[in-house]
């Protein structure tokens, strides 16, 4: 069974329903079904639902990601396909370091090869279900070609290591099902029926995992939705849910089209961008909400105006209608177009979270930690011993680990086994002995300690025993206290774990750790404004969304241009921006953006040539539209309900220019002097400060001042009835009274 389930139709409401379905109505035991999906989140969020409907039973059902399920069959049987279970799982900042360490080892150049591109290679080989021998590089291309080499020696440190990569997790999976019917066997007799959510992001790798364990008894139900596929470049394949019917021609479709999560005008605008892609299942979404206001377009000159416009308008809000932060979020296509936004945020005193920002775990202090409990596990992982056998220093430098390195290669044993090796050591200054000594002495207790202590005790033990947490404490340093915090959180985090994971093992925490993705962290967002890509959002909702650098070369980005199939992923990905929105949807471009130091001109993103004009409202100072008001001014009419005071705001304006520079205003970013003596010119054309003049929509206004801009000057105009507008002077339509 096949469930297009269109944003907001409900798609978590429909599977954790069909589980409850298969449990009470048709005496289904909960042990026989798997539900799969991609993130912690999701699959906590699917647990929670399915034991309120079910209540203790649903401890039962298996449900959890693909790569969380693929490691627990793999410890429990990977020894069959010679896996040992006390493996290691290296995430991606472990995978690039391991990568850049067999670049080095192969003397390949990271400059002229980047160790990212090389992953990536790799990555999308294994998402393939090919091996280092099965990969085949194209012709006349030598990043392929040195991937290919990197790709054999990266598997052999990986195994060395005793160590498995994501992508490992599902390929060995696969591999564990197909080689072994004994195990294959038992895993379709175990789970009779099993469900995917987001099936739109599967690779082939997990495709073949699904068909794999679902061959038996063909009982499948998947849940998606095309239009949302947006992690192409990550491996995820459009064409296996389009292709569903072909792989099990048996199968029966549904479709979900009914929106229950936005306004009637935002589900129209997103459904008349999406419905541009070719290769998309044939559907359309709708809803029996109220149309509700009018998505906003709105036209900046440049990104600095373009994020006071969106600051402005939640900097209003939380004013005048006591909004809370928590509900509006603010995307973007790169992560590199948050700072001038952050900039903004924090000179108007907005509290704002970053989603997929820097992650705790992704912390140095918090990997360290994570690096010993990964060592202590696991004795063979070379990568976490070498990351903290100096942290805290400890005498153990780049010399000594010259030496330790040499005997490795020479008795191809283990780093750990030769720090225990005395004979080893005997080239090295007895200070350095003494070192590596005590630090294999350490590690040896801690290990032996593991079997006796709690999780949480265990974790103290590690960062008090190896003098981390000690150093930290002692440092003086005001980033050191912060560490020390961060570490002492970490071990809030074990002791959480531990009180509430079915298996409160370190082996069950590091897998927790490993496995957990950006969105996961994205917890506490209720208090402030949210800023994130637009594929940290796929998954979440807003009651107000800002969809900002809708430009040519943004969105769609520039790597897209000139593939039909990777510009319908970017109108996707504008689709799923779109749908995040439940009540306000504003969306902005700018006719400039600086692009590392070089402003650019920028044409609209040919996504806005598809919304329906009349259900749209344009706002800006680019020709085809008018400003809003600014936060201070529509603050105040609101406030007061009254007109604007034309000679007030006159003499306001005069006074700022005579009166001394103090700090700038929360929505005003600070510039050099000399710049600020060029922004107020009294005159431009024929249009001077001070001057009545008439305009065809807004009616009579005074120009309150004018400023010089790359696009020709901009007039600002106080009108009595809709406030502050700036407009262009070239296409200004005013009439001087």
């Not at 294994?126 to 099965?134: A, F, R, V, Y």
């Not at 509700?292 to 036209?299: A, Q």
């Not at 130091?597 to 806005?608: K, N, V």
């Not at 306001?652 to 107020?680: G, V, Y």
Request: hydrophobic share 35%; net charge negative.
């Amino acid at each position: 069974m096949l469930i297009f389930a269109g944003a907001g139709s409900g798609k978590t409401r429909v599977l954790t329903y069909r589980i409850a379905y298969l449990i009470h109505e048709q005496d289904i035991a909960p042990e026989n079904i798997l539900a799969v999906t991609f993130t912690n989140k999701a699959a906590d969020e699917m647990k929670e639902r399915i034991e309120q409907l079910v209540g203790e039973e649903a401890a039962r059902v298996s449900a959890g990601t693909f790569h969380s399920f693929c490691a627990r069959m793999l410890r429990a049987d990977g020894q069959a396909i010679g896996i040992e279970p006390t493996f290691t799982i290296y995430d991606d900042s472990d995978q690039r370091a391991l990568v850049k360490e067999t670049l080095s080892a192969l003397n390949i150049d990271s400059e002229q090869y980047s160790p990212d591109n090389i992953h990536w290679e790799i990555s999308q080989a294994k998402n393939e279900l090919q091996g280092p021998s099965d990969y085949a590089p194209a012709r006349n291309n030598p990043l392929q070609r040195e991937a290919q080499r990197v790709y054999h020696a990266y598997q052999q440190r990986l195994r060395a290591n005793n160590a498995l990569d994501f992508d490992d997790l599902i390929m060995n999976g696969v591999r564990l099902l197909q080689e072994s019917q004994k195990v294959r066997e038992h895993y379709q007799q175990q789970y009779h029926y099993v469900l995917v959510d987001e099936y739109q992001d599967i690779n082939f790798a997990q495709f073949s995992l699904i068909r794999s364990l679902t061959d038996g008894h063909r009982n499948l139900c998947v849940v998606g939705d095309d239009d949302q596929s947006i992690y192409g470049w990550r491996g995820a394949n459009i064409r296996l849910i389009l292709a569903f019917e072909e792989h099990f021609p048996d199968a029966r479709i549904f479709k979900l089209e009914q929106n229950y999560r936005s306004t009637g005008n935002i589900i129209h605008c997103a459904h008349d961008v999406i419905k541009h892609n070719q290769g998309r299942a044939d559907k359309q979404m709708w809803t029996d909400n109220a149309p509700g206001n009018k998505p906003v377009v709105y036209h900046a000159v440049n990104e600095q105006e373009e994020a006071e416009w969106v600051v402005g308008r939640i900097h209003t809000d939380l004013l005048v209608d006591d909004a809370d932060p928590g509900d509006y979020a603010i995307l973007y296509r790169t992560n590199a177009m948050s700072r001038i936004i952050e900039e903004t945020l924090l000179q108007a005193a907005i509290a704002y979270a970053i989603v997929g920002g820097t992650r705790f775990y992704d912390r140095a202090e918090i990997k360290d930690v994570v690096a010993y409990l990964k060592a202590l596990y696991n004795p063979n992982d070379s990568l976490s011993l070498r990351r903290i056998i100096n942290r805290p220093t400890r005498g153990i430098g780049a010399r000594t680990m010259q030496v330790l390195d040499s005997t490795v290669q020479r008795l191809d044993k283990p780093l750990l086994d030769v720090c225990g090796m005395p004979e080893v050591t005997e080239e090295l200054r007895l200070a350095q002995q003494h070192a590596v000594a005590d630090f294999y002495d350490m590690m040896d207790a801690l290990r032996r300690r593991c079997e006796e202590l709690s999780l949480r005790q265990f974790v103290q033990e590690v960062v008090t025993s190896s003098d981390y947490l000690p150093r930290l404490q002692q440092s003086g340093s005001a980033d050191d206290a912060e560490r020390a915090d961060n570490v002492r959180e970490f071990i809030t985090a074990a002791a959480r774990f531990e009180s509430s994971a079915e298996d409160p093992s370190l082996d069950s925490f590091l897998e927790h750790i490993s496995l957990i993705s950006d969105i996961d962290q994205a917890e506490s967002l209720e208090s402030t404004v949210s800023l994130m890509t637009l594929h940290s959002a796929k998954g979440l909702e807003f009651p107000q969304v800002f969809l900002v650098g809708l430009e040519e070369e943004v969105l769609p980005h520039y790597r897209s241009m000139g593939d039909p199939a990777e510009i319908e992923e970017e109108r996707r990905l504008c689709y799923v921006g779109m749908t995040r929105a439940q009540e306000r949807l504003y969306l902005s471009h700018c006719s400039r953006r600086t692009v590392f130091g070089d402003t650019q001109h920028r044409e609209p993103s040919r996504f806005l040539a598809h919304l329906p004009d009349d259900l749209i409202q344009h706002e800006g100072t680019m020709p085809s539209a008018r400003r809003v008001k600014t936060p201070q001014l529509e603050s105040e009419m609101a406030m007061t309900g009254r007109r604007l005071d034309l000679t007030s705001i006159l003499s306001r304006a005069k006074s700022a220019k005579s009166e001394p520079q103090t700090e700038p205003s929360p929505l005003e970013s600070p510039e050099p002097a000399a710049k600020r003596e060029k922004t107020e010119p009294h005159t431009a054309g024929d249009y001077s400060v001070g001057d009545r003049v008439k305009h065809s929509k807004f009616g009579e206004g005074m120009v309150v001042s004018i400023k010089p801009d790359s696009a020709g000057d901009i007039i600002v105009v106080a009108f009595p009835d809709v406030g502050i507008k700036k407009l262009l002077a070239e296409y200004a339509g005013l009439e001087k009274v």
